[in-house]
């Protein structure tokens, strides 16, 4: 259950990779990538978690492929050292945290101490993540106690990432409620990973269950991806309406900047993030149709993307032929480890 010699000779090349063409650009585009990989690769371990934890079975057909990501997060601690190290050198990181990088450094802002935790809360997340995938799977001892550390991990880690790679940008803006809305969302990632998978590895999923044991998991899976497009709702509209009712300017700024920029940016994203699983997934033909649901995964994450444009955009260089060929580059890694790092049940699991 340990990496995968192919799962690491693609860090070592996507790494490179990324490393050389940094190098010769300037702008945000890494950053943008981590923002949404970081939500897709934790979100699927913290779903088995929740299930762990409440001694759930349903679960059990996508914990193998579900796992699978958690050596993500060591390719994203990478990347973010390859991110720091290259902006810092070049001067893009201090353009693009402007705003507290002139005369508002603190304790906690101050670019080495961003630059050191960020890394270590990722590398962390890989540590936690492997050990809770090891003991899930075997169906160990430690599996309650361990889930729980790794969402006490994803927690802290999303809110972490949330205040310094997005609300750090509209410093002085400080809210509370950010954190939760990122680890929501990446939660909300993780079921459309499993949406994906559910289409993708459906051949894999009935060969080891029944395809009658299969539909229910996929049934229940898919119950929890249209509760989390009301949830992920729920979680925008405190934001907005914490900001709106306050008037505040230091909270105002970080929207109205982006509507004069994106007004329909914003409302595609509420279409794309909630109205259209919300309506689709209320049928039960569609919640057990591999495809339909695959393509309400991919929905789901265009509208994760657009929103890190609506967030990042007005502060940071988004070129979009540099965005595409570094979100193919981690894309391509993020493939790669899906593919190679399967881990097979144990028989007292898959039973």
Same mark, same amino acid.
């Given at each position: 259950?340990?990496?995968?010699?192919?799962?690491?000779?693609?860090?070592?090349?996507?790494?490179?990779?990324?490393?050389?063409?940094?190098?010769?650009?300037?702008?945000?585009?890494?950053?943008?990538?981590?923002?949404?990989?970081?939500?897709?690769?934790?979100?699927?371990?913290?779903?088995?978690?929740?299930?762990?934890?409440?001694?759930?079975?349903?679960?059990?057909?996508?914990?193998?492929?579900?796992?699978?990501?958690?050596?993500?997060?060591?390719?994203?601690?990478?990347?973010?050292? !390859?991110?720091?190290?290259?902006?810092?050198?070049?001067?893009?990181?201090?353009?693009?945290?402007?705003?507290?990088?002139?005369?508002?450094?603190?304790?906690?802002?101050?670019?080495?101490?961003?630059?050191?935790?960020?890394?270590?809360?990722?590398?962390?997340?890989?540590?936690?993540?492997?050990?809770?995938?090891?003991?899930?799977?075997?169906?160990?001892?430690?599996?309650?106690?361990?889930?729980?550390?790794?969402?006490?991990?994803?927690?802290?880690?999303?809110?972490? #990432?949330?205040?310094?790679?997005?609300?750090?940008?509209?410093?002085?803006? !400080?809210?509370?409620?950010?954190?939760? #809305?990122?680890?929501?969302?990446?939660?909300?990632?993780?079921?459309?990973?499993?949406?994906?998978?559910?289409?993708?590895?459906?051949?894999?999923?009935?060969?080891? #269950?029944?395809?009658?044991?299969?539909?229910?998991?996929?049934?229940?899976?898919?119950?929890?991806?249209?509760?989390?497009?009301?949830?992920?709702?729920?979680?925008?509209?405190?934001? #907005?309406?914490?900001?709106?009712?306050?008037?505040?300017?230091?909270?105002?700024?970080? !929207?109205?900047?982006?509507?004069?920029?994106?007004?329909?940016?914003?409302?595609?994203?509420?279409?794309?993030?909630?109205?259209?699983?919300?309506?689709?997934?209320?049928?039960?033909?569609?919640?057990?149709?591999?495809?339909?649901?695959?393509? !309400?995964?991919?929905?789901?994450?265009?509208?994760?993307?657009?929103?890190?444009?609506?967030?990042?955009?007005?502060?940071?260089?988004?070129?979009?032929?540099?965005?595409?060929?570094?979100?193919?580059?981690?894309?391509?890694?993020?493939?790669?480890?899906?593919?190679?790092?399967?881990?097979?049940?144990?028989?007292?699991?898959?039973?």
């Amino acid at each position: 259950m340990g990496m995968n010699s192919k799962v690491l000779l693609a860090f070592v090349l996507g790494a490179v990779a990324l490393g050389v063409f940094e190098f010769f650009t300037h702008g945000g585009s890494l950053l943008y990538c981590l923002m949404f990989f970081v939500a897709v690769s934790q979100g699927p371990i913290t779903i088995m978690a929740a299930a762990d934890i409440v001694s759930a079975k349903w679960h059990h057909p996508y914990k193998s492929v579900m796992f699978s990501m958690r050596h993500m997060n060591l390719f994203l601690a990478i990347a973010f050292a !390859i991110f720091f190290g290259i902006s810092m050198s070049n001067g893009s990181f201090e353009e693009i945290f402007v705003n507290w990088m002139h005369g508002h450094q603190t304790a906690w802002l101050n670019p080495e101490f961003f630059g050191i935790r960020n890394v270590v809360l990722l590398l962390l997340a890989w540590l936690v993540s492997n050990k809770f995938a090891k003991t899930s799977l075997t169906n160990g001892k430690g599996r309650t106690p361990w889930a729980l550390a790794w969402v006490f991990t994803f927690v802290i880690g999303q809110t972490i #990432y949330a205040f310094d790679w997005v609300m750090s940008l509209q410093y002085p803006w !400080i809210s509370t409620l950010f954190g939760a #809305y990122f680890f929501v969302e990446a939660f909300y990632s993780g079921l459309a990973l499993a949406a994906v998978f559910t289409f993708f590895k459906y051949q894999h999923f009935i060969e080891n #269950y029944s395809e009658k044991s299969f539909k229910k998991s996929q049934m229940d899976m898919m119950t929890l991806f249209f509760g989390f497009s009301v949830f992920w709702a729920y979680q925008f509209f405190s934001q #907005y309406i914490v900001i709106w009712y306050g008037n505040i300017p230091e909270e105002v700024a970080f !929207i109205k900047q982006r509507l004069d920029m994106f007004s329909g940016l914003l409302y595609m994203v509420i279409v794309i993030m909630f109205v259209i699983p919300f309506i689709t997934l209320l049928f039960r033909s569609n919640k057990s149709n591999p495809k339909f649901v695959m393509g !309400i995964g991919f929905l789901v994450w265009s509208g994760i993307l657009l929103e890190r444009v609506f967030m990042l955009a007005p502060h940071a260089d988004l070129n979009p032929v540099i965005t595409l060929v570094e979100f193919l580059i981690m894309s391509g890694v993020f493939y790669w480890v899906i593919k190679n790092q399967n881990d097979p049940l144990p028989q007292s699991v898959n039973s």
